[in-house]
């Protein structure tokens, strides 16, 4: 019998058949891939926006997913067939499985907070790949995704964002003529680059589209943050028009909208300033011709083929503050270090909220609304909703967020089922990773385990599960996500989230109060 090896350090999934061996075990947290693994009587939500299935019997061999077997109680006893059996076999009665989530643009941030951290929470509230941004450098983030690719490391697989001509020897000169961009293109995805940055490019809108063109044909990807900086420059509607394959954020898109070719910034307004840089991004809405976005933008954007990668979790601080920062899970699994990140301190990017008004509050409301009748248009209009968080920044926890994301989704009126796709077959469309984003014989065991539909209830797919009712009307707590199985490996996600907490305990351990719970906390001997 054969498994499949999957080699992601070029980019592109590369399928190379080995002899099985024994699984690999990681303690007692994961175990796999197995020879022949069986997921037994389990309802698919398939991941292409189709409804529920099943039940079936998915049978796994290494990596891929070679046979689902539909049961039928019924036909079962009058054929007498037989069940499929394996090295390991995972009982789904009353579980769904679901492709993995894969998370477009995250973060993985620096010491003291470990890199498990980050994985363990992503794995456990089922995010299977990710696209992290090289917080630690680049050679440290192509080496992670290596030992992912290996399974050396319990770990999502990675994609990470290399911005343009990192780690080759070329002048700024050399980088910024469109001439080049073919070469310096192929060269990066030979080096492992998939996925390419090109927000620093927006000041000129022929090398923007120059790389944008280039790194598609090389085999790679391209992704921008539009700073507010040269939105007067390229706004959305070029950025898509220049070939970008995907817009994360919400930058550009009002700015395209606008009845002047430039947003009405206050005189005291400094981009160098993040206080001001995120008054303003929420502010730009109010100005933004509504009729015009929600026709011609949205129009606009569908027709230039774009996908739209909102990233909402990480900015909904912005509209209530004192909510994200009162998360319940920020004791026991918010680690201290990104605690630290996220107070208020001008020395951090993100960490802007130590002059937030009222006022701009109401901007962000305001913009999360119309934000979110935009990207309903799009969608609507057969535009590409993927799936990122940009998570571990601005209150927003890694794994948390992946499922807030869906909910903050599901807000702008796509159906469920449509928020599941965005999450999976959409983003592994945008990745082109052609084995990934559905459950179906030939694609990677890339899958979850979940107690309970999420289609009734997205919070099923927290760590922690969410309350409901049984049949007779008592009230209980789903187990979340069970099993995440990345790779054909299965994971334990009780587990996971033990050695989280376990992390996180050691983080806080001599911590006192800081300057956003100072006022809430019961100082000693006070009685109260």
Sequence with gaps: MLTIRIIAALGVLAVTPLLAQEPRRFGDLA??????????????????????????????????????????????????????????????????????????????????????YVYYLKLAHGVTTIVPAA?????????????????????????????????????????????????????????????VSVGDLAWNPELFGAVCKAVWEAGGITTVHLPPSTNAVVHAVDAARLGVTMIEHHYGYAEASLDRSVQDFGREYNYDNEN??????????????????????????????????????????????????????????????????????????????????????????????????LIYEFNKRGGRVAYGTDDNYIWATPGFSNIRELQLLRETGMHTLEVIKAATYNSAKTLRQERLGLVRPGYLADLIIVDGSPLYNLRFLYSFGALTLDREGKMYRTKGIVHTIKDGIVINNARLMEEVAKMVAKSKEGVGPNVVNEPFIVAPGNGR
Aim: charged share 25%.
């Design 135 to 195: 917080d630690r450098g680049l050679d440290s983030a192509m080496q992670q995704a290596r030992l992912s690719a290996r399974n050396e490391i319990l770990a999502p697989r990675m994609f990470p964002i290399w911005g343009w001509g990192r780690g080759l020897n070329y002048s700024r000169a050399e980088l910024e003529d469109p001439a080049n961009a073919p070469k310096i293109a192929r060269e990066m995805v030979q080096r492992g680059a998939h996925v």
């Design 276 to 373: 001001h840089r995120f008054r303003y991004a929420g502010k730009v809405w109010l100005e933004a011709n509504v009729e015009r976005l929600l026709t011609e933008v949205a129009d606009s954007l569908v027709a230039y083929g774009v996908t739209m990668l909102p990233t909402r979790v990480v900015y909904e601080a912005n509209r209530d503050i004192e909510r994200a920062q009162s998360l319940p899970w920020h004791e026991k699994y918010t680690h201290q270090a990104l605690i630290n990140w996220n107070l208020p301190n001008p020395a951090y990017h993100g960490s802007y909220h130590y002059d937030w008004t009222s006022d701009d509050e109401y901007y962000w409301s305001y913009a999360f609304n119309l934000w979110g009748r």
């Design 31 to 116: 175990e796999g891939p197995y020879n022949r693994l069986v997921i037994r009587n389990a309802m698919v939500i398939p991941g292409h926006g189709g409804p529920p299935v099943g039940p079936y019997d998915i049978v796994i061999e290494g990596n891929t997913i070679t046979q689902m077997i539909p049961f039928d109680p019924v036909s079962a006893e009058r054929q007498r067939r037989e069940r499929p059996t394996g090295d390991r076999v995972i009982e789904a009665n009353g579980m769904y499985v679901m492709p993995g989530l894969i998370d477009l643009h995250m973060h993985l941030r620096q010491a003291p907070m470990e890199l498990e």
